[in-house]
């Protein structure tokens, strides 16, 4: 019997290097569970992180922007990011900026300052 323990035994009688070591486990209806994996689904977490995290007295808060769509503004942040990169590049390249370049830079900026704000309601 002690060989067939030896056998399964993957790790030599040495313990895993896990950051928590206690485990526990309990039971719940059907009802239950689909409650809370309507909750951890709102808030894109797994069922077993939203309960530890409510165990643990955690106020969840559900993100206000669904993946997606934050997806769509991550991509469109990075755009304005690349833009004021190029502005930045373009001021850094004169040693004097002609009042034409001024007004077109900062009609540019105004723009995107506009963006930004749009992209700030949306998460508000």
Do not use: C
């Not at 009042?99 to 992209?119: C, F, H, I, M």
């Amino acid at each position: 019997m002690s060989e067939l323990t030896e056998l399964a035994s993957t790790n030599n009688g040495k313990h895993p290097n896990r950051k928590e070591n206690k485990q526990i486990n309990f039971r719940v209806s059907e009802s239950e569970y689909l409650k809370l994996e309507r909750s951890a689904k709102a808030l894109n977490i797994s069922v077993p992180a939203f309960v530890k995290k409510k165990a643990q007295g955690a106020r969840i808060v559900a993100p206000k922007v669904d993946p997606e769509h934050s997806k769509l503004m991550a991509r469109q942040l990075s755009a304005l990011g690349n833009n004021v990169n190029q502005i930045a590049r373009k001021l850094n390249s004169f040693d004097y900026v002609s009042e034409d370049s001024a007004r077109s830079l900062s009609d540019e900026l105004t723009a995107l300052k506009k963006e930004l704000r749009s992209l700030w309601q949306q998460l508000t």
